[in-house]
């Protein structure tokens, strides 16, 4: 016979707890089914009897303490913040950068490459150091960079990746 699934909770004492499982455990019956009842348990939270060794109560001391909840009325009223609209507001305006003069190279103006350097390449390395190799130590114009950018693309391509 399967045993029954029992929760106790809130016991004040482990061997009330055992009794009352053992107690429940044999009042209820399973005939052979695989429902698995679920029984639980709340009782109030029990006080010791007895106060421990060096502990003088007085005489008048209930047994049990009333759990007493305060009402709104017996609560300070909350206190208030400043509103952040009151604070001053910090300047937020952003200094002005110094223009800098716009340098622009012709297309047709050659000029000298010591190295290309392309970034982010993980697959095709040895093609792509292939093209860009024909670009390094000389004289280049603009346009041909913009021909090494379109050939690298092209690899790309070609080879199912873009």
């Known amino acids: 016979m399967p045993t029954p699934l029992l929760f106790?909770?809130?016991?004040?004492?482990?061997?009330?707890?055992?009794?009352m499982y053992h107690?429940?455990?044999?009042?209820?019956?399973?005939?052979?089914?695989?429902?698995?009842?679920?029984v639980s348990l709340t009782m109030g939270a029990v006080a010791q009897s007895t106060p421990p060794p060096g502990v003088n109560l007085p005489p008048?001391?209930?047994?049990?303490?009333?759990?007493?909840?305060?009402?709104?009325?017996?609560l300070p009223p909350p206190v208030?913040?400043?509103?952040?609209?009151?604070?001053?507001?910090?300047?937020?305006?952003?200094p002005s950068?110094?223009?800098l003069p716009e340098v622009t190279i012709p297309p047709s103006v050659p000029f000298f490459v010591t190295e290309v350097e392309v970034l982010g390449n993980t697959v095709l390395q040895e093609e792509i150091a292939d093209k860009k190799n024909q670009y390094e130590n000389?004289?280049?114009r603009f346009e041909e960079l913009l021909q090494l950018r379109s050939a690298i693309t092209e690899?790309?391509?070609?080879?199912?990746y873009i």
């Open 8 to 19: 106790i909770r809130r016991f004040s004492n482990a061997n009330k707890a055992e009794t």
């Open 80 to 94: 208030r913040e400043e509103s952040p609209a009151s604070q001053p507001q910090p300047n937020l305006e952003i």
């Open 97 to 99: 950068s110094p223009q």
């Open 60 to 74: 008048t001391t209930p047994e049990r303490i009333e759990e007493t909840i305060p009402t709104p009325s017996d």
């Open 138 to 140: 000389r004289e280049v």
């Open 23 to 38: 107690t429940l455990k044999s009042i209820i019956v399973i005939s052979g089914s695989s429902i698995i009842p679920i």
């Open 155 to 160: 690899l790309y391509i070609k080879n199912g």
